[in-house]
């Protein structure tokens, strides 16, 4: 491995961290808040800590797959421990474990809290805390690009190791210029959101605060009561519309605005499962609410709407305490935060072309149960899958359930309920936010023990980097030289 190579990569990031600390340096010094100095000190840490990195001389510059895979893996959990340095120095947060677990939820765009009166804060670090969001919605993005101009060999590779999803590509020759083309995405998107929060009456820091968040799929608010408390049914829909359209494949928008390319991006069959999930769960939720919970119908769709759309895509945001809903309501929105949003999204969970891809498996096996002979490929597309994608679907299927197993048998040791025990790691793991019953949308993690904040922000990491990064890490044959 070039492991000074490694360290200049991360160095790199450190310094881009630090350049992205300076908005929130900016809020700070427009409101004149006691969060002023934490973030010029972290900001100086950072470049300190960055710039030392970058000055290692290497032998070669080539950086390989395996190389990559470390400096994604480390780089995120760096950048998350200099991430929390504002929320430490500002005393927003006085505790280490406490701060680093907030930083990590940021980045990997989760939105799980430990913060329990969130309107208290300086306005600066509740602004670094949605940004952070937005840096993690495009994050995977942003570490590929820093990593792949040094690659000399095996760029697919890395791209499917990085990517949120099993099949990714480039949308262009150059990866330089598919990263532009989804950052203009990702910036019209995220303004075209912010315009329209602002034509609703939200204040501007409100607006940029809740569009970050959107587009990261993250959920971070500066309201306690997050999107409820400004009571609007319009901002609620926008949010709604937005939230839909961030958990949807990039790529898919570089196609709709090509020639002809809205009515092939349309046809995309994770797309139409995509839609036809999120539909289906709405309209259910909305059915068994309409008389229980909410007496107009209007109502009961509107909330139904916004909390699928927000839990399919990981985001997080809420209007309601989904904790009182009927328990088929919670159910489905339980079953939402492991499928996920689209692979290529800036959502998490298991995503639902892996779900199409293992739907497809179990039906090809139940085939040949019935004719033995039969030759079946999986399609997607229409387009056969290869059977090297499909088995990795399968190992990572099987790694999540390991891992996730595992740590419930470690929040478990707290002695809390099962519901609040599933749920918080089934919500982290999954980069969702709020869980069920004490880690609902009214509730937070705060009163778990630091073991449990350790597993759960590991579990963070691992969803958002899709588990093979990270696990390579604790293989002891991963950090040999010449294998």
């Known amino acids: ?31 004149m808040e006691s969060d002023l100095p934490a973030f010029a000190w972290s900001i100086a840490l950072a470049m300190l800590g960055g710039f030392a990195l970058t000055c290692l001389k290497a032998r070669t510059p080539d950086l390989y797959a395996r190389d990559g895979y470390a400096v994604v893996a480390l780089g995120w959990v760096l950048m998350s421990v200099i991430g929390a340095l504002p929320f430490l120095f500002s005393g927003a947060i006085p505790r280490p474990v406490d701060a680093v677990f907030e930083s990590i939820s940021g980045f990997t765009t989760t939105g799980a809290t430990i913060l329990r009166d969130i309107e208290r804060l300086p306005h600066g670090i509740l602004f670094w805390r949605s940004f952070t ?5 495009m994050g995977v993005l942003v570490m590929m690009i820093a990593i792949l101009p040094s690659v000399k060999a095996n760029t697919i590779h890395i791209l499917r190791a990085e990517s949120p999803g099993p099949t990714p590509g480039k949308l262009v020759p150059k990866i330089s210029q598919t990263a532009k083309i989804l950052y203009a995405i990702y910036i019209l998107l995220t303004l075209a959101e912010t315009i329209l929060l602002l034509l609703g009456g939200m204040p501007l820091y409100d607006a940029l605060i809740h569009a970050f968040s959107t587009a990261g799929t993250g959920g971070f608010s500066n309201r306690n009561l997050s999107v409820a408390a400004y009571g609007s049914a319009y901002i609620e829909v926008v949010i709604t519309l937005f939230m839909f359209l961030f958990g949807v494949n990039f790529t898919l928008y570089f196609i709709a605005f090509r020639r002809g390319g809205l009515r092939n991006a349309l046809r995309d069959e994770e797309l139409r499962y995509y839609f036809f999930i999120a539909l289906a769960a709405t309209l259910m939720i909305a059915v068994v609410n309409y008389g229980q919970v909410y007496r107009s119908p209007l109502l009961s769709l509107r909330h139904a709407a916004f909390q699928v759309s927000s839990v399919m895509t990981t985001t997080g945001f809420s209007t309601v305490d989904f904790n009182l809903w009927p328990v088929f309501s919670r159910l489905i929105l339980l079953l939402l935060m492991f499928i996920g ?143």
Request: with cysteine.
């Open 341 to 483: 949003a689209s692979a290529g999204s800036t959502g998490g969970g298991i995503k639902v072309v892996r779900s199409i891809v293992l739907l497809k498996t179990v039906q090809r096996e139940i085939t040949r149960i019935n004719h033995p002979r039969a030759v079946r490929a999986i399609k997607i597309n229409g387009h056969v899958v290869d059977e090297a994608v499909v088995s990795g679907v399968m190992a990572f299927f099987f790694f999540y359930i390991l891992i996730f197993v595992s740590a419930v048998m470690v929040v478990a040791l707290e002695g809390r309920d099962l519901i609040t025990t599933v749920t918080s790691v089934v919500a982290t793991i999954n980069n969702v936010g709020p869980g069920l019953n004490a880690v609902g949308p009214m509730g937070n993690f705060a009163g778990f023990s630091p073991l449990s904040k350790i597993v759960l922000s590991l579990c963070m990491i691992i969803g958002r980097l899709e588990v093979y990064p990270v696990m390579l890490l604790f293989f002891p044959g991963f950090w040999k030289k010449g294998i």
């Open 1 to 31: 491995m070039n492991y000074r190579m490694i360290a200049k990569s991360i160095g790199n990031l450190l310094m881009v961290e630090a350049a992205c600390m300076l908005p929130s340096f900016l809020v700070s010094l427009i409101y």
């Open 133 to 137: 969001h937005w840096m993690g919605g």
